[in-house]
């Protein structure tokens, strides 16, 4: 079974100044696709996201899934989907291509 992994990285006005996250982890590691879609739909999103890579090809690496401003409104915190090196690449292609898709915000989330 594949496992998938989610970083976080929390970023604010001044982190982005200087170009880095404020703080970054590990979300959630070694979960299956449904679990790790399950913990992507506990936390605020803003609908945008995108691969590490454009075009999106068989050799994606993950997803990133783009926050809100929460409870304080000077941070944001962004989730990565990382995707398992036993994935094949075309199902990382198209995994990547529906994640990123607006079918798939309306789905999932």
């Not at 401003?69 to 990382?92: C, I, Q, W």
Request: a negative charge; aromatic letters at 12%; hydrophobic letters at 40%.
């Amino acid at each position: 079974m594949a496992l998938f992994n989610i970083t976080y990285e929390t970023i604010t006005p001044e982190s982005a100044m200087d170009g880095a996250a404020h703080a970054e982890g590990f979300f959630a590691r070694g979960v299956n696709l449904s679990m790790a879609l399950a913990y992507l739909q506990q936390v605020e999103l803003s609908g945008h996201m995108e691969a590490n890579e454009s075009p999106i090809t068989d050799q994606v690496r993950w997803v990133k899934f783009y926050g809100v401003y929460m409870s304080n409104p000077d941070e944001l915190v962004n989730y990565s989907l990382h995707f398992p090196e036993a994935l094949k690449g075309e199902t990382r292609k198209r995994l990547a291509e529906f994640l990123c898709s607006s079918e798939a915000w309306q789905c999932i989330f």
